[in-house]
């Protein structure tokens, strides 16, 4: 059974820092570029960042550089997002969500379907 597991949402607020963890299992954990894409109420969905561990290629949104840092442990089959100096425009719902390519392509299937989804955890920023 495939499962995307995520973790480490919370609220914080603005100028603070969280680390979102998902747990992936049940698929080839190599071959997938797996990554966090975020959802806020009345805006688009974005893809905020993803990584492939065979390769260590990475992908992060224009409105995250800088700020977040995707890493993995393939020792773990785990993905970690650090989130530093969050902002009130960084609330949103964020999903692991993984796709076999590279993640270029991954973030191009934001809008049209990942092969795998998590359930989502609410990360909340607000003074």
């Known amino acids: 059974e495939v499962q995307l597991v995520e973790s480490g949402g919370g609220s914080v607020r603005p100028g603070g820092s969280l680390r979102l963890s998902c747990a992936a299992s049940?698929?080839?954990?190599?071959?997938?570029?797996i990554g966090w894409v975020r959802q806020a109420p009345g805006k688009e969905r974005l893809g905020v960042s993803s990584i492939r561990s065979s390769d260590g290629d990475t992908y992060y949104s224009d409105l995250v550089k800088g700020r977040f840092t995707i890493s993995s442990d393939r020792t773990k089959n785990m993905v970690y997002l650090q989130m530093n100096d969050l902002q009130p425009e960084d609330t949103a719902i964020y999903y692991c969500a993984a796709e076999k390519s590279s993640t270029w392509y991954w973030a191009q299937r934001v809008d049209y379907g990942m092969d795998y989804w998590g359930k989502g955890t609410q990360v909340t920023v607000s003074s």
């Open positions: 049940g698929f080839s954990f190599d071959d997938y570029a």
